[in-house]
């Protein structure tokens, strides 16, 4: 049962009853070490697509709006307000960073299950006005410095990309490993391709609610693997999720119980 997960997995007190890392704690001195000595080209490969225009924004939970502020005197010292002859606009730019088109991090302050968050924290030190003061990202502010390992279910699948809420299962991760020749291992951030950029841009798919991505069933696999942040092309659940006690179990489990972070 997937609401079991939050006590089988949970990391609450492993590394302390003040720890806000969660699964970060892998990546120890060592882990970051390994992760370096790993690099043999060193050429920088950009994963960026264009931020979200209108039309986009129209299929997606991001939003980025953007006000003038004009003539702006007034935010101006005393000695500007009397020149009436000049004048200045300015923009002023805000991005949602929780959506379906932009790349962003999950703290764990992120989810809350029954009014709780990470470690046992009460989810009301997260405030709409200052933010959260327990598990927010800039609790990762020394940086996540590891090894990715990305794993193509697509390619394992044999498809240019997975459909729609189809799931990725354990014996998905396990079979891209034996085909890439690589084992995921404590510390290691694991990156889920499911092929979605190339469905984007080859056949229009909008990235609404019904998306591919992690079946709740991955969960034991990362746990037991010491998995330290997991990312993916898709906003990482699988949707619909098939659970009907809990919409959104990845994130769920993932970000209060086991305090792993998300990419």
Not at 182 to 203: K, Q, S
Request: aromatic content about 8%; proline content about 5%.
């Amino acid at each position: 049962d997937v609401l079991g997960y939050f006590d089988t997995l949970s990391n609450w007190g492993r590394w302390g009853d003040d720890d806000e890392l969660g699964t970060l704690n892998h990546i120890t001195d060592d882990v970051r070490l390994a992760a370096a000595r790993a690099v043999r080209h060193g050429r920088s490969v950009s994963c960026a697509w264009e931020v979200a225009v209108p039309e986009d924004m129209e299929r997606s939970t991001t939003t980025c709006p953007c006000a003038a502020d004009m003539p702006g005197a007034e935010n101006m010292p005393p000695a500007f307000h009397a020149d009436r002859r000049w004048g200045f606009s300015s923009e002023r730019l805000g991005i949602t960073f929780h959506g379906n088109t932009l790349t962003h991090i999950d703290s764990p302050c992120h989810m809350f299950w029954d009014g709780t968050m990470y470690n046992g924290r009460s989810h009301s030190l997260v405030d709409a006005a200052t933010g959260s003061a327990w598990a927010a990202v800039t609790a990762a502010a020394n940086g996540i410095i590891t090894r990715g390992v990305l794993l193509d279910v697509a390619r394992v699948r044999d498809v240019p990309w997975l459909e729609p809420g189809q799931g990725v299962f354990p014996d998905d991760l396990e079979e891209a490993e034996r085909r890439q020749g690589v084992r995921v291992r404590p510390g290691d951030a694991v990156l889920l391709r499911t092929g979605y950029g190339r469905a984007r841009h080859e056949a229009g798919e909008s990235g609404g609610f019904t998306q591919a991505g992690w079946h709740a069933s991955c969960l034991p696999w990362l746990h037991e693997r010491g998995v330290a942040l997991i990312g993916a092309d898709t906003p990482q659940d699988v949707q619909p999720s098939g659970y009907e006690g809990v919409l959104m179990p990845v994130h769920a489990v993932s970000l209060v119980a086991m305090g792993l972070w998300m990419l």
